[in-house]
């Protein structure tokens, strides 16, 4: 299960690896300097030669000299590997996706998402099963961020709920938009499966709209329920499966889902 509520891939843990790597460095020195002080200065023994004890202790400088910048060195290669966080969800490459429209060959051209009427075998229910239904879902849960859609969908048009989508997109929900630019997409999914108590969390395929996809699964009333969610520049979205508990086919039907969303 995913619980941590650290972003071990965002860019200020990345700089706190940094700055960590170059305090140590810096310790490091300020110890060499100090512990080498009565070595680096030698005194002139009775009958010695001044001259001598002054090149002594201008070679024993030049030594520490030398390993303080190796060690600054070091530490400045070792600050540089730490440095890679991932980039905030703002900054993903959903720009690197498939043009919504065919006859428009700029990748980069923007994109809306919309709940569609149906897709595979699944249909949205409306009217007043979907009052019902959402009245049942929602019965003693915690109020939805202001900005989420919700769709509820049957298969078949049978009326029995298969599964609960919900969709957030900066371009109707400003906070949002503030969450992406802060955070990266592994602390989207942190929380969000964290929240869903799933476990067994997997990455899947994400399909030409880029981003990520993951599902895992999590306790339902009836049995384990593969829960799934999607993410990139601009829209977050969950899945629940009431019946299904396969990842990869849950996964498939949320892939589904999402480029029939995606326009």
Not at 221 to 233: F, I, L, R
């Amino acid at each position: 299960m995913l619980t941590s509520s650290v972003d071990t891939t965002s860019q200020s843990f990345a700089l706190g690896q940094v700055t960590g790597v170059l305090s140590v460095a810096l310790i490091g020195i300020v110890l060499l300097w100090k512990l080498t002080g009565t070595w680096r200065a030698p005194s002139t023994p009775p009958g010695g030669d001044p001259a001598e004890t002054a090149r002594t202790e201008s070679q024993r400088r030049l030594i520490v000299i030398g390993a303080t910048v190796l060690i600054a060195a070091v530490a400045g290669v070792q600050a540089t590997v730490s440095y890679n966080p991932e980039p905030r969800a703002s900054e993903a490459t959903a720009a690197a996706a498939v043009p919504a429209d065919p006859a428009n060959t700029d990748a980069s051209a923007p994109r809306s998402i919309a709940l569609p009427d149906g897709f595979a075998d699944y249909r949205l229910m409306t009217g007043a099963a979907e009052e019902r239904t959402a009245a049942e879902v929602m019965a003693g849960r915690k109020k939805l961020p202001e900005g989420t859609k919700v769709g509820y969908y049957d298969r078949g048009g049978d009326e029995n709920l298969e599964l609960v989508v919900l969709v957030r997109s900066v371009q109707w929900d400003p906070k949002l938009y503030e969450e992406k630019a802060r955070d990266s997409i592994s602390q989207e999914f942190i929380n969000f499966f964290a929240g869903a108590k799933a476990r067994e969390v997997t990455g899947f395929e994400a399909g030409p709209h880029g981003g990520r996809l993951s599902c895992g699964l999590s306790q339902g009333t009836v049995g384990d329920q593969a829960v799934c969610a999607w993410s990139d520049a601009t829209t977050f979205a969950a899945v629940r499966f009431v019946r299904e508990a396969d990842l990869a086919a849950a996964a498939k039907t949320t892939l589904t889902l999402r480029n029939t969303a995606t326009h």
